[in-house]
């Protein structure tokens, strides 16, 4: 049996498409922020698989204010989207996340469409959370967590964000650090 080789002077073969595509800077780009995204999609979609349904009733709740005591129910929302941010004084993504929350509540000051309000999970006391909430300079309204509310809301980690419509129907679910045009995009987009 004799071994048939290519003749060093046959023409190579045309580039198939994928070779064509990624021969250009713009098809190299594309291709890998398209696998990002399908990537940062997966990863989303996997860590929100436990929280409340898109379109789906937040559960009734009557959050307490740390800094007065008043009672806020979130039947009585009004705005057309509200901003619910769940989260604990140790978790280090929080931290991070709070100028965000803090610039989404600056947006929302003065207007009637959009709200922001957050809920302190897992605090020992009031006057330590109201500590840190000075220590941190927190400017957004900080209510009260109760494990109930926790599992009402499905919240296992922290930070968990929900925003809701006027009607108190879920619009989308976050969990983990999200930037500040990503939570603009989901107060105004449906």
Same mark, same amino acid.
Not at 2 to 29: E, F, H, I, M, N
């Given at each position: 049996? !004799?071994?048939?080789?290519? #003749?060093?002077?046959?023409?190579?073969?045309?580039?198939?498409?994928?070779?064509?595509?990624?021969? @250009?800077?713009?098809?190299?780009?594309? +291709?890998?922020?398209? +696998?990002?995204?399908?990537?940062?999609? /997966?990863i %989303?979609?996997?860590?929100?698989?436990? =929280?409340?349904?898109?379109?789906?009733?937040?559960?009734? /709740?009557?959050?307490?204010? =740390?800094?007065?005591?008043?009672e806020? &129910?979130?039947?009585?929302? @009004?705005?057309?989207?509200?901003?619910?941010y769940?989260?604990?004084?140790?978790?280090?993504?929080?931290?991070?996340? !709070?100028?965000?929350? !803090?610039?989404?509540?600056?947006? /929302?000051?003065?207007?009637?469409?959009?709200?922001?309000i #957050?809920? /302190?999970?897992?605090?020992?006391?009031?006057? %330590?959370?109201?500590?840190?909430?000075?220590?941190?300079?927190i400017?957004?309204? +900080?209510?009260?967590?109760?494990?109930?509310?926790? &599992?009402?809301?499905n +919240? #296992?980690?922290?930070?968990?964000?929900?925003?809701?419509?006027?009607?108190?129907?879920?619009?989308? !679910?976050?969990?983990?650090? %999200?930037?500040?045009?990503?939570?603009?995009?989901?107060?105004? =987009? =449906?």
């Amino acid at each position: 049996m !004799s071994k048939s080789t290519a #003749s060093p002077d046959a023409p190579s073969p045309p580039p198939t498409r994928w070779q064509r595509l990624r021969s @250009t800077w713009w098809g190299r780009w594309g +291709v890998d922020l398209l +696998v990002l995204a399908i990537i940062f999609w /997966a990863i %989303t979609s996997y860590q929100t698989r436990d =929280l409340i349904e898109r379109d789906t009733p937040a559960p009734p /709740a009557t959050l307490i204010n =740390l800094a007065d005591g008043s009672e806020l &129910k979130l039947d009585d929302l @009004t705005a057309d989207r509200t901003l619910i941010y769940f989260w604990a004084t140790w978790c280090g993504v929080c931290k991070a996340q !709070s100028p965000v929350i !803090s610039a989404m509540h600056r947006h /929302a000051e003065g207007r009637d469409d959009v709200d922001v309000i #957050s809920v /302190a999970m897992d605090w020992s006391d009031r006057d %330590t959370l109201r500590a840190f909430v000075d220590e941190n300079d927190i400017d957004y309204p +900080v209510y009260l967590g109760t494990d109930a509310l926790g &599992k009402g809301f499905n +919240v #296992s980690s922290y930070p968990t964000i929900y925003i809701v419509d006027n009607e108190r129907r879920v619009r989308h !679910s976050i969990i983990g650090y %999200t930037p500040r045009i990503g939570l603009y995009a989901r107060l105004h =987009l =449906l």
